[in-house]
């Protein structure tokens, strides 16, 4: 009986993980914690935790990313700025404990990700920036979605410079910084190239294209001021593909994606002080881009600045729209890293572990403590609108899937009616390869085999 059963209920029902509870906006973040670094759900709006694992290694080292795909994947990276083999996983948000794609590394510090998507069916595939201290170049990766293989690569020259690209200093070395794309799917990556070895090694821009790391188009350097080399701080990108790049003597500029990768649009200083050349309190940490165009930068002093371009005006117009200066325990806080969800509203982590939800007019919705240095954020891609009727896990298709979120109690209505909203919807939306309506099981038929398995072990109310 327990077998017939069974293989009724995998005939009629399919087996499909589901991915229930993950709501659009929901904040990723990856943080120090108390046992040695943390993965860590938050709700969007309250910014309480929703769930999380530790011991993932990221209170070791200061910058550890993580990146969110289209299905709710989490990829993140340990940064071990030691130039060690830093570890890099993947695994689906609503069971954090459970990867796909085990802890592993690539030999080098893993400096930056970026979601892959060049709209030519390369969706979700995965961009590392690695410092290879030990080989003394940088190394560039673009992995498969399920990070098995290896889809392309470059290793640009000695020590991180593109040697064969407008005949670079040699020994550039340092980081990868940032990495955006554009919507004709061209990848441009930011070198920083902080450790000096005399004049010249200013940190790089570079872009590739087609995505396709081994060809190149479009190469620049940030320049000097005075004696001082200017190097790459972070590279964020606007909805209008103009990308936002801040550099280490404060400047914030707007630049092409195309392959002049020109600074001719303009730019600004954040503070209006000396630049002197190395760290300070005031410089630029993070930046963020509003869906409007607007871009907020963040400062080591816990300044947060919200700004707007009007590119009609007769010569570029740059608007400081707002300011604020955010506090956290014994003063001002050293802001990390900031994340903008769909609705504009910004989410700011620092390195105090104090998280701040802010509104457009830099206002403080609501803040959290005790989070440790958070080093990244990221946001889930959850639907939180009511979607097709039966579709218990917000997938766009009611299926088996559903079904299952219904028997474990975890659909809006687990009752007789609960079920009988799926029946009647069953087939609707449009995953592939869904059951064809003949195979849904009666209610009847199905509590017998349900009795029967769950008597077994087979199913397990939470």
Known sequence: MRAACLSSFIIAIGIAPTAYGLDLD?????????????????????????????????????????????????????????????????????????????????????????????????????????????????????????????????????NGGPSDLNSPPLNLLGPINGAVMNSSGALTHLWENTVGFGPGQQGRLHRNPTGDLAIGAGDTPM?????????????????????????????????????????????????????????HADDITALGVLNDNRFVVGLANGELSLWSTDLQAAGLKINRDQNVTLACPGGNCTINTIGVQSDNDIIVGTEEGRLFRLDTSLSTITSQDGFGRIDDIAFLNGDDSPGTPG?????????????????DGSSPDSSAAGYQLWSDNFGSGSASGSLVAANVPEPASLSLCMLVLTLYGFVRRP
């Open 223 to 279: 320049g000097m001021s005075g004696m001082d080399d200017i190097f790459g701080v972070a590279l964020e990108i606007r909805p209008d593909d103009l990308m936002v790049l801040a550099k280490s003597n404060r400047i914030v500029e707007l630049r092409t994606s195309d392959d002049r990768l020109s600074p001719d649009v303009g730019g600004f200083e954040v503070n209006t002080g000396q630049f002197l050349g190395g760290p």
């Open 391 to 407: 579709d218990y896990n917000n997938d766009g298709a009611v299926d088996a899937a559903d079904y299952t979120v219904w028997v």
């Open 26 to 158: 929901d904040i990723v973040l990856v943080h120090a914690g108390g046992d040695n670094g943390h993965i860590s759900i938050l709700n969007e709006d309250t910014l309480a935790v929703d769930s999380f694992i530790s011991g993932q290694g990221f209170g070791l080292d200061t910058g550890s990313q993580v990146v969110v795909q289209s299905d709710n994947h989490i990829v993140t990276a340990l940064n071990n700025s030691g130039g060690m083999n830093s570890a890099f996983s993947r695994r689906p948000a609503n069971d954090l404990g459970n990867p796909t794609y085990p802890p592993n590394g690539l030999g080098a510090a893993i400096s930056t990700l970026l979601a892959y998507n060049d709209g030519a069916g390369y969706e979700d595939y995965i961009f590392f920036g690695l410092d290879d201290l030990g080989g003394n170049f940088s190394n560039l990766q673009v992995r498969i979605p399920d990070l098995t293989a290896i889809a392309s690569w470059s290793a640009h020259g000695l």
